[in-house]
């Protein structure tokens, strides 16, 4: 059992919060660093040390070590012989490469569930829902983007196909980190809400054809601000 870590200001302002995950001292490190990168609370371009990891998180080297190699693998950190570990910045071109990905995918699970969500697994996607909206109310995008995940968890999931979301998510980090970046600097969020209440709507209605086109057109979104959040924090973006 260990505590989740969240960084102000880079890795020496790291501060602990009462988050507790199981597992690997390894997997600790892992899921707190890739949190934060995320999250943007560690911004593209950020240099990073194991020393320093290692001595706030009061944890040894070699879990960092590994950590760190499963978060360069994943292209979320860049290990540079003169530079040494920086936080990659964000490649539009695996951003499209994640959103392609996911939207071929998530059309054909929007319309099993259509087929397949009962009243329950429904109920299940309309809390979310309302809890979104809520966060519209309280301002809260970090809990908006935990909620949009979910969202999309409930349909693979009520599908019976967590192993693929599981896999998506691996692949979709320098997406996330968009979407992430679109909600910081865009406050209007009510079109991200909207979209997952339509969605909603059609797999209740049973109509795979709208549902399709309704994800398909939600996860086209990213692909209308790419450009102007580039302008917007070029220093983020390869």
Known sequence: MYLFASFEGGVKGITIINTRI??????FVYYTLRNQIINLKLEPGTKISE????????????????AFLKLSQEELL???PQSGTIVTLIDLSLVEEGRFIRENIEKAV???????????????LETNVRFQELCIEKDSHHKL????????RILFEGCGKI???????????????????RLVANQDWNIVVSQ?????????KKSLDHAE???TSHLKLVNLEKEELKKRYPGFFE
């Open 145 to 152: 983007f935990e909620l949009d995940d979910e969202f999309h």
């Open 22 to 27: 199981n597992g690997s001292t390894r997997d």
């Open 196 to 204: 997952h209440k339509e969605i909603y709507n059609y797999v209740a």
């Open 78 to 80: 860049g290990v540079y």
């Open 163 to 181: 192993r693929t979301w599981n896999m998506i998510r691996q692949m979709n980090s320098h997406f996330d980190r968009l979407r992430m970046l």
């Open 51 to 66: 020393k320093e990891v290692s001595e706030k998180l009061k944890v040894s080297r070699t879990p960092v070590r590994e």
């Open 110 to 124: 929007v319309r099993e569930a259509c087929q397949v969500f009962d009243k329950n697994l429904l109920f299940q």
């Open 213 to 215: 086109q309704a994800m």
